[in-house]
Every structure is written in C-alpha cells, then in structure tokens.
C-alpha cells in the first residue's frame, strides 16, 4: 500500500499543520468519535451508552464495527512518531510528518485525502496570488448589539472598494433576522491601518487580529 500512497491535495499556508505537521490524512471509520480517547474500556463504555440510551438500535454498533474501533486504537496506540488526532463525526484527522504511517492507518479505516502543506508566504501573513488590499483583519466570535451591527454595514458600505467583507461577514450583515453571533473566521481586507483604529472604536468587541496580505506565485 505504501508504494502506490500518493498526496492527493497541497495547501498553501505560512505554517506547518498545529506548527510541526507536513501531513494531513481524512480518515472515514463509522462511530468514529468512540476514539475521542485511546482507551480500550473507555471505548467499550462510549458504544454500551451509544445503544443503550442515545436511540440507536441495539445492533446498529455491530461486531465489526466494535472491532474495527479497537483495531485503530491499537494501530494509533502503536505509532512512534509524533501525530495529532482530530475527530469530527466519523471522520478522523491524522496530521504527521510520517507517509509511513498514514499508509499504515489504510485498514480498516478508509483514506478519504491526503493533504501536503505547500509553504508560500511567511508565517503571520496572509499569501493571496492577486491581493487587492494590503491587510486582514478578523473578528471577534460575540454578539453585536443592533446598533453596533448597523453601524458596521454602513461603514463598509460607505468605504466601498477600500474594504472588503469576508463572504461570510457580508452574509451576517445581510441576514439582519436570522443570526446573530459574529464568527471569528469572519474578516474583513483593506487597505489603510486606520481602518483598524475605526472598527475598535464603533465597537471594542470587534477586532481580533490583523495580518498584513503578501502576493504569492505558484
């Protein structure tokens, strides 16, 4: 399995994977998150509560998916290098410097990507292949007042092509009714540091971080 392993994906980014990690690796396993921890009873104890009290038919956790959940723990258990787990549903995340080991982690899990960080920009920037502004700033995850909100789609609307609200923020503003906590993945690009001064001072909640926008060539 090792020998036909290939990368099936690079990302761009100014940092390795949680700073150390090459690799990323999306594993689908079914139940999944019984592997939170790497404890054969604690395990056994998460698929009993499963089909006794969270509505599942008593066989819909089978044998072999029982097994097939101690099989990964064990192989988890058994790896030398570094790594980092992060589970999401019955998807599970292996980041690593190891093609070794993604290759080894294939049965009885199913390998459903591959990903290589692509180093293009320096770390604490932002790389973009065609910039138009020179800076992204985040938000903040809260919740604006009605005023605060309004005051916020009135300056981006009066600044024009000077900013330009992230795809998920212009959604928020536009959505007046229907949500109302700010994301922290919500940015907004632009062109002047004054800019940042003006966002603190309508609203102290709102900005997070600001990292200056660098061109990249791919």
């Not at 723990?73 to 980041?95: D, F, H």
């Not at 920037?125 to 995850?141: A, D, E, S």
């Not at 000077?162 to 919500?186: A, T």
């Amino acid at each position: 399995m090792l020998s036909t392993l290939q990368i099936s994906n690079k990302e761009d980014r100014s940092d390795l994977y949680y700073g150390q990690y090459r690799y990323q690796a999306r594993f689908w396993l079914q139940e999944a998150s019984c592997l939170r921890e790497l404890d054969h009873d604690k395990i056994d104890k998460v698929i009993e509560y499963r089909r006794n009290w969270l509505q599942y038919r008593r066989d819909s956790i089978s044998a072999q998916v029982k097994e097939n959940l101690h099989t990964v723990c064990n192989q988890l258990q058994a790896l030398q290098n570094p790594y980092k787990k992060v589970i999401y549903q019955n998807y599970i995340y292996v980041y690593t410097n190891s093609i070794e080991d993604i290759a080894g982690l294939i049965e009885p899990m199913s390998l459903r990507g591959t990903t290589e960080v692509n180093i293009t920009h320096p770390k604490d920037t932002i790389g973009l292949q065609n910039p138009r502004h020179k800076f992204r700033t985040y938000v903040r995850c809260h919740r604006p007042t009605p005023e605060q909100r309004q005051s916020l789609t009135s300056f981006i609307s009066a600044a024009g092509s000077d900013i330009r609200p992230s795809p998920g923020l212009k959604e928020f503003l536009d959505l007046e009714n229907r949500r109302v906590w700010m994301s922290d993945y919500y940015f907004v690009d632009h062109n002047e540091m004054s800019m940042v001064t003006a966002l603190a001072l309508m609203n102290p909640k709102l900005v997070r971080k600001t990292m200056p926008i660098v061109k990249i060539n791919n």
